[in-house]
């Protein structure tokens, strides 16, 4: 494993809400990233509970998390240690109420 690739690794298992993106929870830098963000608040995630790792910031993790996921774009995000997916799962998964329940949140 590369260096990057651990400190994917370490940082995806160190977080229970961990989201890889563009820009932060407060200042998302793009729509998909903001979507994301949005999703989690929707699902009552506090969004200072939010770990957020700002790929534009870093290079190596912006290229070494599609790997590490083995997933095309961001966001992607990880709770408890387990890939989740970009903004689109995300969304399919709160209509559905699946995401509340990943996140340990009723569903409204």
């Keep these: 494993m590369t260096d990057t690739q651990t400190r994917i690794a370490e940082l995806v298992k160190s977080h229970d809400v961990l989201l890889f993106m563009k820009g932060s929870a ?3 830098q793009c729509g998909f990233s903001g979507r994301a963000v949005q ?16 790929v534009l910031e870093d290079p190596e993790i912006r290229a070494g998390i599609k790997d590490f996921s083995n997933w095309p774009t961001i966001p992607q995000l990880y709770v408890k240690g387990e890939f989740i997916g970009g903004s689109d799962i ?5 209509e559905s109420g699946e995401l509340q329940q990943v996140l340990g949140k009723p569903a409204s």
């Design 39 to 54: 999703i989690l608040k929707a699902c009552g995630v506090d969004p200072r509970a939010i770990t957020t790792v700002n």
């Design 26 to 28: 407060s200042f998302p």
């Design 90 to 94: 995300m969304m399919e998964m709160y």
